[in-house]
């Protein structure tokens, strides 16, 4: 059985241009038996308009679920583009509308998104770094109503040198206070293989870090490729596995109403 996407966009988010039933359609050809999608939920991100119509993304996918139901299971997921003051508003999100899967994902820290060249401004990159990773912790102590914590090192697509100088060791201290807390409060983690597609050669987060996670204890982790068009479905999985494997984890999950499923990897 292939490995299941739990990370994936399409035309309800204002960044792909995928129909969902071309994302359908991609998984069917490669022989997928589920696909998850988990479009944008964000307020106020900068200029683009990433609020998602809730309502009519379920009605769509559920409209779709029932026309693909004897070939391919599908999931209902959100990614939730996580800032402090969303906690309330998140959390009433998530009372109303029946998930199978909820992705938390920092895109903001100190205000900005770290794919405007603004973000690194006035610091070194390493600072910036740091900066992103206390967001991310912060945002775990506001709101934990989430399944797992996406593309942890996020902001290294878009520093000035990128994964160049990057380390794990180099933000050690908070790195391991925010997989103490997912592991504590029960979040699981993501391997997300979009840093293939961004040409970093490592997934996200890196090695390192999905090693550190387990080592402590980490048991759930789900992989995501966040395609945001049919081409890069299930992106780099084989790769997925491999490194998965060699952290020492032996299964992966993925999430069915909210509940984690662990499969052999
Ligand atoms: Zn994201
Ligand atoms: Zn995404």
């Known amino acids: 059985m292939n490995v299941i996407d739990s990370h994936m966009h399409s035309s309800f988010s204002p960044d792909s241009q995928a129909e969902p039933v071309t994302m359908i359609r991609q998984a069917l050809r490669d022989h997928f038996s589920h696909i998850c999608f988990t479009d944008h939920m964000e307020y106020n991100h900068a200029e683009e308009q990433f609020e998602l119509d ?12 029932e026309r693909y139901a004897k070939k391919i299971e599908l999931h209902i997921g959100v990614e939730l583009g996580l800032e402090p003051w969303l906690a309330d508003s998140f959390h009433k999100l998530l009372q109303q509308y029946p998930f199978d899967f909820v992705i938390g994902s920092v895109h903001v820290a100190d205000g900005l998104d ?4 603004e973000f690194f401004q006035g610091r070194t990159e390493k600072e910036a770094y740091e900066a992103y990773f206390q967001a991310v912790y912060d945002n775990i102590q506001a709101f934990c109503e989430f399944d797992i914590l996406g593309h942890l090192d996020y902001v290294v697509r878009y520093g000035p040198n990128r994964n160049r100088f990057y380390t794990y060791e180099k933000h050690k201290e908070i790195i391991d206070e925010i997989l103490r807390c997912l592991i504590e409060k029960g979040i699981g983690l993501e391997l997300n293989t979009s840093g293939f597609r ?45 490194i998965l494997k060699k952290c020492g984890f032996t299964y992966y999950t993925y999430f069915k109403e909210r ?3 662990f499969e052999k990897l």
């Open 54 to 65: 809730v309502p009519a993304y379920i009605a769509a996918l559920r409209r779709l679920k």
């Open 114 to 117: 770290p794919c405007y060249p």
């Open 198 to 242: 961004y040409g970093l050669g490592h997934p996200s987060p890196h090695e390192d870090i999905l090693e550190r996670y387990h080592d402590l204890g980490g048991e759930i982790i789900t992989i995501g490729s966040d395609a945001h068009s049919p081409e890069y479905f299930a992106y780099e999985f084989t790769k997925a596995q491999n």
């Open 259 to 261: 509940k984690p499923r």
